[in-house]
């Protein structure tokens, strides 16, 4: 199994970015999956997860309104649509999948399947 987040880049405060998160070997749309986001120094946090199929979506309150997570099933692919930028957005994203339950988490130690991380950087 294989996951990948791309998508990322240096874009400035106000700016949209759009992340996807890839698989092989791995049916994303039978499974929870979770963005999360690294910022130097800190640790890993959930920022959103989207249930299996067509299932309930959540956020954390610091992105709320802003992202937007969704699934493309025919592609196997899930996107975080990221909109106003802010310089505390500034991580290392990665996506998750959730193969031992059908439930979205955003603690760290429920997801089984993790990509490489993509750079997102909002600076003037």
């Known amino acids: 199994v294989q996951l990948q987040a791309s998508g990322g880049g240096l874009v400035q405060p106000g700016s949209s970015l759009r992340l996807s998160c890839t698989a092989s070997?791995?049916?994303?749309?039978?499974?929870?999956i979770g963005w999360f986001r690294q910022a130097p120094g800190k640790e890993r946090e959930g920022v959103s997860c989207i249930g299996p199929r067509d299932g309930p979506t959540n956020y954390v309150d610091s992105i709320r309104d802003r992202f937007t997570v969704s699934r493309d099933n025919a592609k196997n692919t899930v996107t975080l649509q990221m909109n106003n930028l802010k310089p505390e957005d500034t991580a290392v994203y990665y996506c998750?999948?959730?193969?031992?339950?059908?439930?979205?988490?955003?603690?760290?130690?429920?997801?089984?399947?993790w990509g490489q991380g993509t750079l997102v950087t909002v600076s003037s």
């Open positions: 070997g791995f049916n994303l749309n039978e499974n929870p």
């Open positions: 998750a999948a959730r193969a031992s339950m059908d439930r979205c988490s955003n603690w760290v130690v429920a997801y089984d399947y």
